[in-house]
């Protein structure tokens, strides 16, 4: 179901992480409005876990559901005449063991929790219950007819997050990594430290291993090792560095937004350098996957987000662009997409999640609500996990929710659309420029684009319940090229819900043939439950032509005929086009050199210097970067430059002083880069970059 929900409560959610392709989420929750009993929590991405299953005689010592059977609390007793409820806090009776796990808490229990229970039935009676720590079992009470025996089949399933991780003083963020095997969780906090006859607030970043016990998913405890690897002490600090925010890791170094500055951690040599200074209450803080990119929230100007460059012969990231100002405090940022062209940003005091897409673009970026107040959102959200591209867990101050964002299908919309993008976007008049582009601009959608071509491997989004319901059993997924069919998908692999053990399991989903009919898919039976439930095929549009293509799914029933009205046609427009691009060494008052040294010479700083470049794609869908660094900065506009690559016009022409300033001798490093325009459903595809680094010395200084 499309929306938020609210799923259980915390106090003081903050800052959370999920390792790639994991089971669980790990968030901050602070234990009170002071943080003083903070840990890590853990969340399953099923929504529950389930921790107790079994079968076994009922005798009066009872069965405890929690803990699989003997010990504990018994929360089932038999008296050798009938079965009391001992433990439990709720119950109902239920038609079979069928129920979904999720469908339990939603039960109306009765809970005087009394058993109408002889146990004298051979087929059962089934019942859901609430145990006495809150967990939820559906169980079966019958009579084994081999021996006369009472018993109980049950399973029991967890839905409140679990503490993996104790001891923590005014924790914020968590970010997760594996290192040599073992995960690792850093943590920002806030200690209070004995300094004399009072007490001080030292800003700090554990690191804090999993425990040895095998099998555990437990962190150890913070005592009586801190497991320190940065502090802050305001006694040797500049003021307001006693306040770490938001983690993130790139290339084993720890990147932590703390106050004024973002700071940059060695774990291994535990040593911290700022590489970014000028801040104001740095808060939000992601990197792009180069680390040539920088996004950040502070306090200044009402709240603002900002972009920062980083300058690679210095280390250290300046300020390029003031996106965003005015949103108030912020909580921690979470990348939306692999290619990390979008970001989720939590604000904690408008009661807001939005989504912040077209980075880089000239145009500027976008921002569009995806959760507030008014839409029935949580108070006070801080953090956001992804969890698959179309659902969310929502960190808030007293909850932790789920949004989903999965489109809500019409009766009869057997095909829906490519990937995120429903095809009520994507253009269907062919004879428009923008045939088969995709367009959500001008909505309220949180996935935003604006006329763009599609590329590389597209996922098809079908009504599987819809098409059941018809009849269907049974599509075929065909492109028409110069009028021929073309099959472009071999199959594709989904997470299925297996009710015996509990867990989703990757299946893998191929073509079958019937009778004349062959690459045929099996529509999903509504009794199955799928964690991407409108998943169709998996297309690889690079087997196709460039340009107008047209899509064409038909249904057919279980004897391989077709289902009247049940045969789709949709066009896309393909555009699997790469951009080239290429860089020279600069011409520096009209002379050609090689590198030596790594350097260029110059002999006034009145010379010329002609960078000349190329920039280039079949179509223009592309947007281009160039960007220059002279002498520990950037140069902004009109050295540095962007726009759409048809307006790029080389070579620039400038001067050795507008380069490198009145240093004499200067690193300069200079990046072309390009964004296609192109999309796969989810995210933009087909980036590119090129770059060159030297230094610039006067030829009156020898080079050997």
């Not at 804090?208 to 016990?213: E, H, S, T």
């Not at 599987?464 to 472009?488: I, T």
């Not at 902004?636 to 430059?641: K, N, Q, R």
Request: proline share 6%.
């Amino acid at each position: 179901m499309a929306g938020y929900e609210k799923i259980t409560s915390v106090v003081g959610g903050r800052g959370s992480d999920r390792l790639p392709d994991s089971d669980f989420t790990y968030f901050i929750a602070r234990g009170d409005p002071s943080g003083a009993f903070g840990q890590i929590g853990e969340w399953s991405i099923n929504s529950y876990e389930l921790v107790s299953r079994g079968v076994t005689k009922l005798t009066s010592s009872g069965v405890d559901l929690d803990g699989g059977g003997a010990g504990g609390i018994a929360d089932i007793v038999w008296d050798g005449t009938e079965v009391s409820s001992g433990g439990l806090s709720g119950l109902v009776r239920i038609p079979s063991m069928d129920a979904e796990p999720g469908s339990l808490p939603e039960l109306a229990f009765d809970y005087d929790a009394h058993f109408p229970e002889m146990g004298d039935s051979t087929r059962g009676n089934f019942y859901a219950a609430v145990t006495s720590s809150d967990n939820f079992s559906k169980l079966r009470i019958y009579k084994n007819a081999a021996d006369g025996e009472v018993k109980v089949e049950w399973f029991t399933y967890r839905f409140t997050f679990t503490p993996k991780g104790f001891g923590f003083q005014d924790p914020r963020d968590i970010v997760l990594a594996v290192e040599n095997g073992v995960t690792v969780a850093y943590v920002s906090a806030v200690r209070s430290v004995r300094s004399g006859t009072s007490f001080k607030l030292v800003g700090t970043v554990h690191r804090v291993p999993r425990n040895d016990v095998p099998g555990s998913r437990d962190f150890k405890t913070l005592s009586p090792s801190p497991y320190v690897v940065a502090n802050w002490d305001p006694s040797s600090e500049p003021a307001g560095r006693n306040n770490p925010q938001q983690l993130a890791l790139h290339d084993g170094r720890l990147y932590v937004a703390n106050g004024d500055v973002i700071v940059r951690v060695d774990p291994v040599t535990v040593t911290k350098l700022p590489v970014c200074v000028g801040l104001k209450g740095a808060t939000g803080l992601l990197l792009s996957k180069d680390g040539s990119q920088a996004y950040v929230t502070d306090t200044e100007k009402g709240g603002r987000l900002l972009s920062l460059k980083l300058n690679p012969s210095t280390g250290m990231y300046s300020v390029e662009k003031e996106l965003v100002t005015g949103i108030g405090r912020t909580g921690f940022l979470e990348w939306a997409d692999d290619e990390r062209t979008s970001f989720y940003l939590p604000l904690p005091d408008g009661n807001e999640v939005r989504r912040i897409g077209d980075l880089g673009a000239p145009a500027g970026i976008t921002s569009q609500t995806l959760l507030s107040a008014s839409t029935g959102g949580p108070n006070k959200p801080y953090s956001v996990s992804v969890l698959s591209n179309h659902r969310l867990l929502i960190v808030s101050d007293s909850e932790l929710g789920n949004l989903s964002m999965e489109i809500s299908v019409a009766p009869g919309v057997l095909v829906m659309g490519i990937g995120l993008v429903p095809f009520t976007f994507i253009n269907q008049d062919s004879g428009s420029p923008n045939a088969g582009r995709a367009d959500t601009s001008g909505t309220s959608y949180f996935f935003q684009v604006n006329n763009v071509p599609f590329g590389g491997w597209l996922n098809l989004m079908i009504n599987h319940e819809g098409a059941y319901e018809l009849g269907a059993r049974y599509y075929q997924v065909r492109f028409l090229q110069d009028g021929v069919p073309v099959s472009v998908s071999n199959g594709f692999t989904d997470a299925k819900w297996n009710a015996t053990t509990a867990r989703w399991e990757m299946v893998s989903t191929s073509h079958v043939a019937l009778g004349s009919l062959a690459e045929l898919y099996p529509v999903r039976s509504p009794t199955e439950l799928w964690y991407n439930p409108y998943f169709g095929a998996e297309m690889n549009s690079t087997l196709l032509k460039n340009g107008v293509r047209t899509l064409v799914v038909t249904f057919f029933d279980a004897g391989g005929n077709p289902i009247p009205g049940a045969s789709f046609e949709r066009i896309l427009r393909i555009d699997n086009n790469r951009s080239s691009l290429s860089l020279s060494l600069p011409v520096i008052g009209g002379r050609d050199q090689a590198l030596t040294c790594g350097a260029l010479q110059y002999k006034l700083k009145t010379d010329e210097f002609l960078l000349d470049y190329k920039v280039s794609h079949p179509t223009g869908d592309a947007i281009y970067s160039l960007s220059i660094y002279g002498g520990g900065r950037w140069l902004p506009a009109p050295i540095s430059e962007s726009g759409r690559v048809g307006d790029a016009a080389p070579p620039k022409v400038k001067t050795v002083y507008d380069i490198i300033g009145d240093c004499n001798v200067a690193n300069v490093y200079i990046r072309l880069g390009t964004e296609v325009r192109v999309t796969n459903g989810y995210w933009w595809i087909y980036g590119n970059a090129t770059d060159l680094s030297f230094t610039l010395v006067p030829d009156s200084v020898p080079l050997h």
